[in-house]
Each structure stands twice: as structure tokens, then as C-alpha cells.
């Protein structure tokens, strides 16, 4: 997981973010995947948006 933080932090393209994303929710406790989903519903990306709303 702590992979997952960084790749999220320092990638500039938001379809990958979408990929990571995924992971952060898929292993990551509800309490620290929260913390990525209120700034992946602001995301450029569609992907981003609709998995972030999607897992709240």
C-alpha cells in the first residue's frame, strides 16, 4: 500500500490514477482510502470520478 500512496501522490495522468485508485480501495482499510477518495471526486478523469463516488 504505501507503493499505492506514492504512485497516487506523483503521477500527473489522471488515467493511471484511476488504476491506483482502484488499489488503494480494494486493500486499503475504509479510514485511509477515504482520505484519497475526496480528492479523486475532483479529478479530471471520468474513471477517477466514478470509482471514487462509486466507493463511498
Do not use: K, N
Amino acid at each position: 500500500m504505501p507503493t499505492l500512496r506514492f504512485l497516487w501522490a506523483e503521477t500527473t495522468h489522471s488515467y493511471a490514477r484511476a488504476d491506483y485508485l482502484a488499489g488503494l480501495v480494494g486493500t486499503a482499510a475504509p479510514a485511509v482510502a477515504a482520505e484519497y477518495l475526496d480528492e479523486a471526486t475532483d479529478d479530471c478523469e471520468d474513471r477517477v470520478r466514478d470509482l471514487a463516488i462509486g466507493a463511498e
